[in-house]
Structures are given as structure tokens and as C-alpha cells.
């Protein structure tokens, strides 16, 4: 069984500050593992993803994530905050055949002036 | 035109009533689904369709059915409605490989009252 660990349901930070968003997962197999981004009354977009190549992975707006192992984490990351990144971000783990994703309970960002 | 729409956009509904909320995919992929958000909660899967011929509960299928009536759409629908089945519905697609990611559709925002 899978399940996705996102730590701190809100976090604040202040403009031009590091980003900071947490992820761990259990899985039974290797993972394959994204990042969501949802803007206010918007769907879901691919922040980035992790497919076992690199294991840090760029993605888009300047974010990136790091898969480490060991501490079965993926956390996201951005080194300096810019006020439009307010929003929801959504950590979700998928397994391979069955590509079902199990999504984390989500982390509202928000950025101080 | 986006790859996932979802109709309606929003709905108010009494409850006993049934609903349907319909959703088609422009990607060509074999795969869909229906999830759930509400606050804290993050995304959980109701139903998923590996393709037309395929349907399968997911984690809270109770209350909701299904049906795939063509690759590109994928209907939830609610036989009798509840308030505790308030809350935003998301469509999504992936494609058949376990690392290619979820297109979402908007969202329909469903209030039962």
C-alpha cells in the first residue's frame, strides 16, 4: 500500500525567501512521484516529476524537488519566493501499472509582502 | 481547448436528488478518473477506468457510479445525493505508462443541500 505524508498544512513565508514544502511517502516498490500546483478555483497543474532518472528534478516557476531514498522524501523547494506562488501545492505517489495516484492532504502556501 | 472539461461547473442540488457530472478528455488516453477534494483531506479516488470495458472502485466508491461511455468520457453520477457529498470533483487522464502524468479538468464544485 502506498501513502503520502505532506507535513504542515499551511505554510507562510515572506517574499523572496526560501520555499520549503515537505513530502514522504511509503511505498512497497520504487516510486514514481509529482508535484501539483492549484491556484484558486483552478484544476490541478505538473509542478514536476520523478521517474527515476535524476534525482533532483526541475520544474516549472523556478521550483525543484529532491528524491532522496534513503528518507523516502521528496520534498519541494524554491529558492526565493515571489508572491505569485500563493496556492495549494499536492504531493501524489504512483506506482507504475496500476498508475493509480495517491495524492498528500495538500500544503497552502502563502507569501507575505 | 483544454484537454479535460468537466460540465457543470457548478452545481447546487437538494438532497435525494440525482446528479450527474460529466466529464471528456481530449489526450486520446485509455485511462480516467474521478476524485474528491475537500479541505485537509487532499485528492481521494472515487472510480477509475483503465479503458472503456475497465471500471474500478477506488478508495470511497460508496454513494457514486460510473460510466465510461467512450474513450474520451467518463461520467460520475450520484443516485441519490447527500450533504456529506458536498464538496470539488475533479476528471482526470493519464496515459498507460506508471510515469506520465495526470491532466485534470477544472473542477466541478457540487453543493448538496
Not at chain 2, 38 to 59: A, H
Request: net charge positive.
Amino acid at each position: 500500500a502506498q501513502s503520502v505524508t505532506q507535513l504542515g498544512s499551511h505554510v507562510s513565508v515572506s517574499e523572496g525567501a526560501l520555499v520549503l514544502l515537505r513530502c514522504n511517502y511509503s511505498s512497497s516498490v520504487p516510486p514514481y512521484l509529482f508535484w501539483y500546483v492549484q491556484y484558486p478555483n483552478q484544476g490541478l497543474q505538473l509542478l514536476l516529476k520523478y521517474t527515476s532518472a535524476a534525482t533532483l528534478v526541475k520544474g516549472i516557476n523556478g521550483f525543484e524537488a529532491e528524491f532522496k531514498k534513503s528518507e523516502t522524501s521528496f520534498h519541494l523547494t524554491k529558492p526565493s519566493a515571489h508572491m505569485s506562488d500563493a496556492a495549494e501545492y499536492f504531493c501524489a505517489v504512483s506506482q507504475g501499472g496500476f498508475n493509480k495516484f495517491y495524492f498528500g492532504s495538500g500544503t497552502k502556501l502563502n507569501v507575505k509582502p | 481547448d483544454a484537454d479535460v472539461t468537466q460540465t457543470p461547473r457548478n452545481r447546487i442540488t437538494k438532497t435525494g436528488k440525482r446528479i450527474m457530472l460529466e466529464c471528456s478528455q481530449t489526450k486520446g488516453h485509455d485511462r480516467m478518473y474521478w476524485y474528491r477534494q475537500d479541505p485537509g483531506l487532499g485528492l481521494r479516488l472515487i472510480y477509475y477506468s483503465f479503458d472503456v470495458k475497465d471500471i474500478n472502485k477506488g478508495e470511497i466508491s460508496d454513494g457514486y457510479s460510473v460510466s465510461r461511455q467512450a474513450q474520451a468520457k467518463f461520467s460520475l453520477s450520484l443516485e441519490s445525493a447527500i450533504p456529506n457529498q458536498t464538496a470539488l470533483y475533479f476528471c482526470a487522464t493519464t496515459g498507460n505508462r506508471g510515469d506520465t502524468e495526470a491532466f485534470f479538468g477544472q473542477g466541478t464544485r457540487l453543493t448538496v443541500v
